[in-house]
């Protein structure tokens, strides 16, 4: 049985003008498309201020460990993947396109990092079907055990209770007196 199945897949990424004065541009992820043969980062559209690019091919791999991840992508109205850009070290390019995952799972471990850009994306009707295809392959529900407490040991007496500096047996919740206090 295959542990797991790739697909090139294409991202396209529209920039247009920051909304602030700390960010020259806003990037967003539009959609996802099959892999062509074009370099990274070629501008497919122009619009006034908003520019399209074709941000790269990578490839999307599912797992057959991870389909519960995969089924709440697929359950998401419209269903979607997650486009991964990470701040490029590029000089006269913002980001690069790290990675396409379909599980929501990863995407969220990638949004708790907080450096990397993570967007929501619908997927395409030919990328829909082969994850399904996939999930509908791998996928067993797991059956949801209970954690049972262990047992312990039931004493009459008090033991470790009450404060460990004070030498009364006789009121072990008192608290204990400063120097001061005791001096007085």
């Known amino acids: ?5 790739s697909i090139n897949v294409g991202v396209m990424v529209r ?15 539009i959609a996802i498309a099959p892999a062509v043969e074009m370099a990274a980062w070629t501008a497919t559209r122009v619009d006034g201020e908003a ?20 089924l709440v992508g697929l359950s998401t ?3 979607s993947a997650y486009v991964v850009l990470r701040r490029s070290q590029l000089p006269g390019r913002d980001y690069d396109l790290h990675t396409v995952t379909a ?11 907080a450096e990397d850009l993570v967007e929501q994306v619908a997927l ?8 399904w295809d996939f999930v509908d392959r791998h996928h067993t529900e797991e059956e949801f055990v209970k954690r049972k407490r ?28 400063s ?6």
């Open 15 to 29: 920039r247009t003008l920051g909304i602030t004065r700390w960010a020259k541009w806003a990037y967003k992820p």
């Open 103 to 113: 599980s929501a799972y990863e995407a969220q471990d990638f949004s708790d990092a």
């Open 150 to 177: 262990r047992p312990h040991l039931v004493k009459d007496e008090q033991d470790g209770i009450g404060d460990a500096r004070i030498r009364q047996v006789a009121d072990v919740y008192r608290t204990p007196q």
């Open 179 to 184: 120097r001061r206090e005791r001096k007085e």
């Open 77 to 79: 109205n419209p269903p």
């Open 124 to 131: 395409p009707d030919f990328l829909h079907q082969f994850i």
């Open 1 to 5: 049985m295959e542990k797991s199945k």
């Open 51 to 70: 520019t399209d690019f074709y941000a790269g091919t990578v490839p999307l791999t599912l797992y057959r460990t991870d389909t519960e991840g995969y």
